[in-house]
């Protein structure tokens, strides 16, 4: 209660502020609006809205259920989350922020998953989509396509660590229907498949909506979520250009100088790591164009810091989404910086590895235009989404074969 009373006036005097810094900069505002109203339009509307509908549909339809019936035995035993969490991680990591907060939101508002597992879920599937990491960040701002696996490597497998650590998140519960147990569903015989069939079956029947309701209110809460997505950018759009157009950015860069040195970092990465904090692309794109004298290796590692914070407009998003469950906010916050250290640090130790050039390169010359990411990104995602849930399928089905050679092994020797 303390909180909310001091946390109160302090939101409603920043807004305040930002209203004066808005008025005394009014042409830098529009312009910023117009910039994030385009980024929205272009770049995140097309990639992240045909998400949005599919996964709502295939709620609906029990297929996220059957699926997660088949991927029990990857998921639980491994991340402490239901199988059906295998589908969202699949489409999280393939559509980028903040699609699995929504899918995560959808799984509780249904109790597929409890409150603990929606938390560690949303926490480690949280990242940034393939397209946007290999074309805008690797090949559009580092001009250097040979970064797309190292940094890919970095950003995943730190997902995959954060997943790993956040199974200890929340206490272990058994006995519950929506399997918060770490252990697989004990189904042999053969009978995976049928069970699998059986929960589409159920979910489809609860659910009882016709396929042209079904699709008319996947749309319209889809277009409703976009809208949030997209005030939000723009706000913080908006939001940086008057700190920068006002000097404070530039106090928060020689603030971070002083302390980027006690850590072993140049200096000069004060301006990514700052502008990072607020808005991922802008970040990123200063982690490029930093001073030439900085070795490649540390630029990268700042934008796999950078990528995996995903900026206070991704949280802000994310949040947003959240609020409408119970699901907290602090464990993701949490663990997106934790998630940051990581994929920084693990990006150091295997650059040498990959015998990359690490001499500085030059700052770009111009800011790219969005349409350097802008895509068919939808129908690219969409195509790593599944293919990245074939290979979860595979996995699981593997492990599933496993299960049952040790079944028949005991068997025969009992």
């Given at each position: 209660?303390?909180?909310?009373?001091?946390?109160?006036?302090?939101?409603?005097?920043?807004?305040?502020?930002?209203?004066?810094?808005?008025?005394a900069?009014?042409?830098?505002?529009?312009?910023?609006?117009?910039?994030?109203?385009?980024?929205?339009?272009?770049?995140l509307?097309?990639?992240?809205?045909?998400?949005?509908?599919?996964?709502?549909?295939l709620?609906?339809?029990?297929?996220?259920?059957?699926?997660?019936?088949?991927?029990d035995?990857?998921?639980?035993?491994?991340?402490?989350?239901?199988?059906?969490?295998?589908?969202?991680?699949?489409?999280?990591?393939?559509?980028?922020?903040?699609?699995?907060a929504?899918?995560?939101?959808?799984l509780?508002?249904?109790?597929?998953?409890?409150?603990?597992?929606?938390?560690?879920?949303?926490?480690?599937?949280?990242?940034?989509?393939?397209?946007?990491?290999?074309?805008?960040?690797?090949?559009?701002?580092?001009?250097?396509?040979?970064?797309?696996?190292?940094?890919?490597l970095?950003?995943?497998?730190?997902?995959?660590?954060?997943?790993?650590?956040?199974?200890?998140?929340?206490?272990?519960?058994?006995?519950?229907?929506?399997?918060?147990?770490?252990?697989?569903?004990?189904?042999?015989?053969?009978?995976?498949?049928?069970?699998?069939?059986?929960?589409?079956?159920?979910?489809?029947?609860?659910?009882?909506?016709?396929?042209?309701?079904?699709?008319?209110?996947?749309?319209?809460?889809?277009?409703?979520?976009?809208?949030?997505?997209?005030?939000?950018?723009?706000?913080?759009?908006?939001?940086?250009?008057?700190?920068?157009a006002?000097?404070?950015?530039?106090?928060?860069?020689?603030?971070?100088?002083?302390?980027?040195?006690?850590?072993?970092?140049?200096?000069?990465?004060?301006?990514?790591?700052?502008?990072?904090?607020?808005?991922?692309?802008?970040?990123?794109?200063?982690a490029?164009?930093?001073?030439?004298?900085?070795?490649?290796?540390?630029?990268?590692?700042?934008?796999?810091?950078?990528?995996?914070?995903?900026?206070?407009?991704?949280?802000?998003?994310?949040?947003?989404i959240?609020?409408?469950?119970d699901?907290?906010?602090?464990?993701?916050?949490?663990?997106?910086?934790?998630?940051?250290?990581?994929?920084?640090?693990?990006?150091?130790?295997?650059?040498?590895?990959?015998?990359?050039?690490?001499?500085?390169?030059?700052?770009?010359?111009?800011?790219?235009?969005?349409?350097?990411?802008?895509?068919?990104?939808?129908?690219?995602?969409?195509?790593?989404?599944?293919?990245?849930?074939?290979?979860l399928?595979?996995?699981?089905?593997?492990?599933?074969?496993?299960?049952?050679?040790?079944?028949?092994?005991?068997?025969?020797?009992?």
């Amino acid at each position: 209660m303390p909180i909310s009373r001091l946390g109160l006036p302090i939101i409603l005097l920043g807004l305040a502020a930002l209203s004066l810094l808005a008025l005394a900069f009014p042409q830098s505002s529009l312009d910023a609006a117009v910039r994030g109203l385009t980024i929205w339009w272009d770049v995140l509307f097309p990639s992240l809205f045909p998400f949005f509908v599919i996964s709502e549909v295939l709620l609906g339809f029990g297929i996220v259920h059957f699926l997660g019936k088949l991927l029990d035995p990857l998921m639980k035993p491994v991340f402490r989350i239901p199988g059906s969490g295998g589908f969202v991680a699949a489409m999280g990591f393939a559509a980028g922020y903040p699609v699995s907060a929504r899918l995560t939101a959808k799984l509780r508002e249904q109790n597929l998953v409890s409150r603990e597992e929606g938390e560690r879920l949303v926490s480690f599937t949280t990242s940034s989509d393939p397209i946007f990491l290999i074309g805008a960040v690797s090949v559009g701002f580092f001009h250097n396509s040979k970064l797309a696996g190292v940094l890919a490597l970095a950003h995943y497998g730190g997902s995959i660590i954060i997943g790993l650590l956040m199974r200890f998140h929340g206490r272990p519960v058994t006995g519950q229907p929506n399997g918060n147990t770490a252990k697989a569903d004990p189904i042999s015989e053969g009978s995976r498949l049928k069970a699998a069939v059986l929960a589409m079956h159920q979910a489809r029947i609860a659910d009882g909506r016709e396929l042209g309701e079904l699709l008319r209110q996947a749309i319209s809460s889809s277009i409703k979520l976009m809208t949030i997505v997209g005030g939000l950018v723009v706000f913080f759009s908006v939001f940086l250009e008057v700190l920068s157009a006002s000097g404070l950015m530039t106090s928060l860069y020689e603030g971070l100088r002083f302390i980027l040195p006690v850590i072993g970092l140049p200096s000069a990465l004060s301006e990514p790591f700052v502008s990072g904090l607020f808005e991922v692309t802008l970040g990123a794109k200063n982690a490029a164009a930093a001073a030439s004298g900085i070795p490649l290796s540390y630029k990268a590692a700042a934008a796999a810091f950078i990528l995996s914070w995903g900026g206070l407009s991704v949280h802000a998003q994310v949040a947003s989404i959240l609020n409408a469950s119970d699901l907290r906010y602090m464990p993701f916050m949490i663990a997106r910086f934790i998630h940051a250290v990581i994929s920084a640090a693990l990006l150091l130790m295997i650059w040498p590895f990959f015998g990359m050039d690490n001499q500085a390169m030059a700052p770009l010359p111009a800011p790219l235009p969005a349409t350097v990411y802008r895509v068919d990104s939808g129908i690219g995602n969409l195509g790593y989404g599944l293919s990245m849930l074939v290979v979860l399928l595979i996995v699981s089905f593997f492990l599933i074969l496993i299960q049952k050679l040790r079944f028949r092994f005991k068997t025969r020797r009992g």
